[in-house]
Each structure stands twice: as structure tokens, then as C-alpha cells.
């Protein structure tokens, strides 16, 4: 009766295959810890777990089934369920290794990086092994590719969530629903091609190797993971300036950069979401560079990198800091609280509510003026030139009304669980979006490992459900879900 409401055979192959993932992965850690003479059982041990957890997952499918199609509900079933395993995987090295003893830290800290949120409960990043924080940096890296690949390739060929309005236009969709893994390949190659190159830059600016591809690995899937304390503020400006343009072109829909190789300006230039994020990014950097400039007297290029770096890293759900914000005049800061809902692009690493849905929820509110100033007008929204239709809509300003309701929802779990209001809100607010530090004692110079157990589980649940975009984890939840 199951099967018939879930394929669970294909939902397994591809958890599977998740599994095997995270598996070799762990593997490539034992490297770096060969490299710096550190133990490598915690490694071993954990990528034996997902190969074992991935071959019996296998054994429970038959060869019959490996040509049928996925549906809808074996994709929410499958990604839901990729994300907790390889979460519950990824936390063993810390535990194994005894570099983080708390099964909730672990586990904390393991979501964190594979849904490249970036927020920590570490106190002295500095004082773990190398190997671990590889790894640590690694998981960004892995979650940020199964991003792209979901949103751009997976959910607009099931017709999930309206996303191919965002990212593919339909003559692209066409073309790639048979050819999905070419085109997943592809995507694949271009997430290679950003990271290696900023690998180059930053060792032109000196950084050494390690804390380059670290860093690259944190910058392209906008986790904000580093292996320093003090995050980017320590280095030189040439080198925030190359992980502030990482950032800003890691938060841009991958589709744009897939258009770039192809030098299809045309398509590029018509890209409203990518007009409006850069307006977005532009427009508040601006307005806190100001701040900075007249209010607290630093020097205009001081003044100028801190503000984008910031706005960049907030907006892009990055992360990574060279600034405590908090320091910033209140209103500056309430311009990073603001930031923090806004999200990058469609089809890019970054996570919130993403910047075409908030496009079109200012083009809604525009249409709703005119209609009272013309009732029987006929109004459409456009988004590429291309008719959103009523449905469509409609699905949009409900994602951003329940993201909304989470988010309140999540604030008061937090406060009744005696975390203080400011804290609990941006706690909240940063893990959905997948942003990383947040407010109070939660800020760019603090970290998680204060709060209570219970308050890192229902963060922990939020950084899934704000990356996976609400619905493929609460539609698991609906009992309409498990009817025929």
C-alpha cells in the first residue's frame, strides 16, 4: 500500500547514491589528515558507516525498478531524508574524534555545513585539527552543489515549487528534462571552475593553500565556514575583496553564469531577479557605506569594503565577517536584520526567501495601486518578460507568508526556552536563511554553543527546512501527502 503513495526503492537509490557521496568525501578528508599527521580512524570509520548505510539501501532495490521515473512525492521523500542522514553522517568525525563530545553539537555543527548555513557552537575554531576543519569546510562545499542541482535541474523537471519560472526558461526545460544529467554535469563544471579560480586569487594574495581552498570551499556554496576565529577580518583588503566578489557571484542564479559561458548576453540582460539582487546589494552597501563614512568618520575605502562586505555576506547567506556590525549605529544594524530575509538569487548557493519572490511581491503590491487607481484595468505581472500566472502567484506570496509564520513561530520556541528576544529572533532568522552569525550574542564575534540543547535542535530542524524551501519538508508532515 506504501508503494503506492511512495516509490520507496527509488527514494533509496537516490539516498543512496547521497550516501556514497558523503562517503568518498570523507575519504578525501583521511588525505589532510595524512598531510598533517592526525588521526584518521574518525574518517574511516564514519565514510565505512555511509558506504555500509548506502549498500544495504541499495540491496533494497531491485534492477527492475532502476528505469523508472522519480515523482513528486519520492523527490520531497528522497531530499528530505538525503539531508538528515548525511547530516546525522557528517557529524560522526566531529564525535569520533572527541573535537566536539556533544551529540547535539555535532549534529548542530554537521546541518550547519551541509546546508551551508555557517552558523557554530566552536569557541576555538583555531584548536581543532586540520583534518576536521577540511571537513568541516567540505560539507559546505557537497551541500552547495546539491543545492544548485535541486533547485535548478530536479524540482523544475517534477514541476515542484514553481521554480522553473525562476530559473529555466521553457525552451531550456525542454531540453533538459532528458538530458538531466548532462546538464547537472555541466552546472557541476562551473561550480568547479568558480571555486579553482578562487583558489588562484586568494594565493596570489598570500593565503596559504589549505586556508585557500577552505575558504573557496565556504565562499562558493555561501556557507561562511573558516578555519580562523576571526573569520575574514584578518587578512589583507585584497583578500576580502576577492571573497567579497566570490560571494556576490556565488549568490547569483547559476543559470546566469550558465548563460555567460554560452555568451548568451541577451538572456543575462533581460534577467530581472539578477537586476534586482544587484540593486538590492548595490543600494543597501551604498547606504551603510555613508554611515560608516559620516557617522563613525572611517576612511572611504575602509568605510566602503566593510559595508559591501557585509551587506554582500548577509544578503548572500554567506556569512564570513570582517566587521562587528553590532558596533554599527542601531539603525546600520537593523539594515543587516532587514538583509537577512532578502536571500540571494533563485538557482544560486545562497538561501532566504530568495530575491524573485520578493521582486514579485513588490510587483503584486504595484499592481494592487494601480487597480485602484484603474479597477477595470487588467493588470499582469511579468518576470522575464514572461506572464506569472495567478497560481503561481498565489504560491509565491503564500512561501513568503509561511516562511514568516516559521519564522515568529520559531522566535517564540526560542524564548520560552529562555533565550533572550533579540537573540532568538536573528538565531532564528539567520538559520532559515542559512546565513550564519546573527544578533546579540549570536553576532559576528559570538557563536551558537551558549544556547540550550533544546533551542540548537529546533535551529537545527530550521536550517533544513529554510534550505530545502519549507514545503519539501512539511509536505512529509501533511496527511494529504500520505493518501493515494
Same mark, same amino acid.
Given at each position: 500500500?506504501?508503494?503506492?503513495?511512495?516509490?520507496?526503492?527509488?527514494?533509496?537509490?537516490?539516498?543512496?547514491?547521497?550516501?556514497?557521496?558523503?562517503?568518498?568525501?570523507?575519504?578525501?578528508?583521511?588525505?589532510?589528515?595524512?598531510?598533517?599527521?592526525?588521526?584518521?580512524?574518525?574518517?574511516?570509520?564514519?565514510?565505512?558507516?555511509?558506504?555500509?548505510?548506502?549498500?544495504?539501501?541499495?540491496?533494497?532495490?531491485?534492477?527492475?525498478?532502476?528505469?523508472?521515473?522519480?515523482?513528486?512525492?519520492?523527490?520531497?521523500?528522497?531530499?528530505?531524508?538525503?539531508?538528515?542522514?548525511?547530516?546525522?553522517?557528517?557529524?560522526?568525525?566531529?564525535?569520533?574524534?572527541?573535537?566536539?563530545?556533544?551529540?547535539?553539537?555535532?549534529?548542530?555543527?554537521?546541518?550547519?555545513?551541509?546546508?551551508?548555513?555557517?552558523?557554530?557552537?566552536?569557541?576555538?575554531?583555531?584548536?581543532?585539527?586540520?583534518?576536521?576543519?577540511?571537513?568541516?569546510?567540505?560539507?559546505?562545499?557537497?551541500?552547495?552543489?546539491?543545492?544548485?542541482?535541486?533547485?535548478?535541474?530536479?524540482?523544475?523537471?517534477?514541476?515542484?515549487?514553481?521554480?522553473?519560472?525562476?530559473?529555466?526558461?521553457?525552451?531550456?526545460?525542454?531540453?533538459?528534462?532528458?538530458?538531466?544529467?548532462?546538464?547537472?554535469?555541466?552546472?557541476?563544471?562551473?561550480?568547479?571552475?568558480?571555486?579553482?579560480?578562487?583558489?588562484?586569487?586568494?594565493?596570489?594574495?598570500?593565503?596559504?593553500?589549505?586556508?585557500?581552498?577552505?575558504?573557496?570551499?565556504?565562499?562558493?556554496?555561501?556557507?561562511?565556514?573558516?578555519?580562523?576565529?576571526?573569520?575574514?577580518?584578518?587578512?589583507?583588503?585584497?583578500?576580502?575583496?576577492?571573497?567579497?566578489?566570490?560571494?556576490?557571484?556565488?549568490?547569483?542564479?547559476?543559470?546566469?553564469?550558465?548563460?555567460?559561458?554560452?555568451?548568451?548576453?541577451?538572456?543575462?540582460?533581460?534577467?530581472?531577479?539578477?537586476?534586482?539582487?544587484?540593486?538590492?546589494?548595490?543600494?543597501?552597501?551604498?547606504?551603510?557605506?555613508?554611515?560608516?563614512?559620516?557617522?563613525?568618520?572611517?576612511?572611504?575605502?575602509?568605510?566602503?569594503?566593510?559595508?559591501?562586505?557585509?551587506?554582500?555576506?548577509?544578503?548572500?547567506?554567506?556569512?564570513?565577517?570582517?566587521?562587528?556590525?553590532?558596533?554599527?549605529?542601531?539603525?546600520?544594524?537593523?539594515?543587516?536584520?532587514?538583509?537577512?530575509?532578502? @536571500?540571494?538569487?533563485? %538557482? #544560486?548557493?545562497?538561501?532566504?526567501?530568495?530575491? *524573485?519572490?520578493?521582486?514579485? +511581491?513588490? !510587483?503584486? &503590491?504595484?499592481?494592487?495601486?494601480?487597480?485602484?487607481?484603474?479597477?477595470?484595468?487588467?493588470?499582469?505581472?511579468?518576470?522575464?518578460?514572461?506572464?506569472?500566472?495567478?497560481?503561481?502567484?498565489?504560491?509565491?506570496?503564500?512561501?513568503?507568508?509561511?516562511?514568516?509564520?516559521?519564522?515568529?513561530?520559531?522566535?517564540?520556541?526560542?524564548?520560552?526556552?529562555?533565550?533572550?528576544?533579540?537573540?532568538?529572533?536573528?538565531?532564528?532568522?539567520?538559520?532559515?536563511?542559512?546565513? @550564519?552569525?546573527?544578533? %546579540? #550574542?549570536?553576532?559576528?564575534?559570538?557563536?551558537? *554553543?551558549?544556547?540550550?540543547? +533544546?533551542? !540548537?535542535? &529546533?535551529?537545527?530542524?530550521?536550517?533544513?527546512?529554510?534550505?530545502?524551501?519549507?514545503?519539501?519538508?512539511?509536505?512529509?508532515?501533511?496527511?494529504?501527502?500520505?493518501?493515494?
Amino acid at each position: 500500500m506504501a508503494n503506492n503513495i511512495i516509490n520507496f526503492r527509488i527514494a533509496y537509490k537516490v539516498i543512496s547514491k547521497n550516501l556514497f557521496i558523503v562517503g568518498f568525501a570523507l575519504l578525501f578528508s583521511i588525505l589532510i589528515a595524512l598531510i598533517y599527521s592526525e588521526a584518521i580512524w574518525p574518517f574511516a570509520l564514519s565514510a565505512s558507516l555511509a558506504f555500509l548505510f548506502g549498500w544495504i539501501l541499495t540491496k533494497l532495490k531491485p534492477a527492475k525498478e532502476n528505469g523508472m521515473p522519480i515523482q513528486k512525492r519520492d523527490a520531497y521523500f528522497a531530499v528530505t531524508f538525503s539531508w538528515l542522514l548525511i547530516s546525522l553522517i557528517g557529524s560522526l568525525p566531529y564525535l569520533f574524534s572527541g573535537t566536539i563530545p556533544s551529540v547535539i553539537d555535532a549534529i548542530f555543527e554537521s546541518v550547519s555545513g551541509f546546508t551551508t548555513t555557517g552558523s557554530s557552537i566552536l569557541t576555538d575554531i583555531e584548536a581543532l585539527p586540520k583534518s576536521i576543519l577540511f571537513w568541516r569546510s567540505l560539507t559546505h562545499w557537497i551541500g552547495g552543489i546539491g543545492i544548485i542541482v535541486l533547485v535548478i535541474v530536479v524540482m523544475p523537471s517534477l514541476q515542484i515549487g514553481g521554480y522553473q519560472l525562476f530559473t529555466l526558461e521553457s525552451s531550456l526545460q525542454e531540453k533538459i528534462q532528458p538530458r538531466i544529467k548532462s546538464v547537472g554535469f555541466r552546472l557541476l563544471v562551473i561550480y568547479l571552475i568558480l571555486t579553482v579560480a578562487e583558489i588562484a586569487l586568494l594565493l596570489l594574495g598570500g593565503m596559504n593553500l589549505y586556508e585557500s581552498v577552505c575558504h573557496a570551499f565556504g565562499t562558493i556554496a555561501t556557507g561562511g565556514f573558516s578555519p580562523k576565529n576571526t573569520s575574514i577580518a584578518g587578512y589583507s583588503p585584497y583578500i576580502q575583496y576577492v571573497v567579497m566578489i566570490f560571494m556576490l557571484l556565488a549568490g547569483t542564479n547559476f543559470v546566469i553564469h550558465y548563460y555567460f559561458l554560452k555568451r548568451q548576453f541577451k538572456k543575462i540582460k533581460r534577467n530581472d531577479e539578477l537586476k534586482f539582487y544587484l540593486l538590492m546589494v548595490f543600494g543597501l552597501g551604498t547606504l551603510i557605506t555613508a554611515t560608516l563614512f559620516f557617522n563613525m568618520q572611517k576612511p572611504l575605502e575602509e568605510s566602503f569594503r566593510e559595508a559591501f562586505f557585509q551587506v554582500i555576506s548577509i544578503v548572500t547567506c554567506t556569512g564570513y565577517a570582517t566587521a562587528d556590525y553590532m558596533q554599527w549605529p542601531l539603525y546600520a544594524w537593523l539594515i543587516i536584520f532587514f538583509a537577512m530575509f532578502l @536571500g540571494g538569487s533563485t %538557482g #544560486s548557493t545562497a538561501g532566504g526567501i530568495k530575491m *524573485a519572490r520578493h521582486l514579485l +511581491l513588490f !510587483k503584486n &503590491i504595484g499592481r494592487i495601486f494601480r487597480k485602484l487607481a484603474s479597477p477595470k484595468a487588467i493588470i499582469v505581472v511579468r518576470l522575464n518578460k514572461a506572464k506569472v500566472s495567478e497560481e503561481m502567484n498565489s504560491s509565491i506570496m503564500t512561501f513568503i507568508t509561511v516562511y514568516l509564520l516559521i519564522f515568529a513561530a520559531g522566535s517564540l520556541l526560542l524564548v520560552f526556552n529562555g533565550v533572550d528576544g533579540q537573540t532568538a529572533a536573528s538565531s532564528v532568522a539567520t538559520c532559515m536563511a542559512g546565513i @550564519g552569525p546573527g544578533l %546579540g #550574542s549570536v553576532g559576528p564575534v559570538g557563536n551558537f *554553543a551558549h544556547l540550550p540543547a +533544546l533551542s !540548537k535542535i &529546533i535551529l537545527s530542524f530550521l536550517m533544513i527546512v529554510g534550505r530545502l524551501e519549507i514545503y519539501t519538508v512539511f509536505m512529509l508532515f501533511s496527511k494529504s501527502f500520505w493518501r493515494r
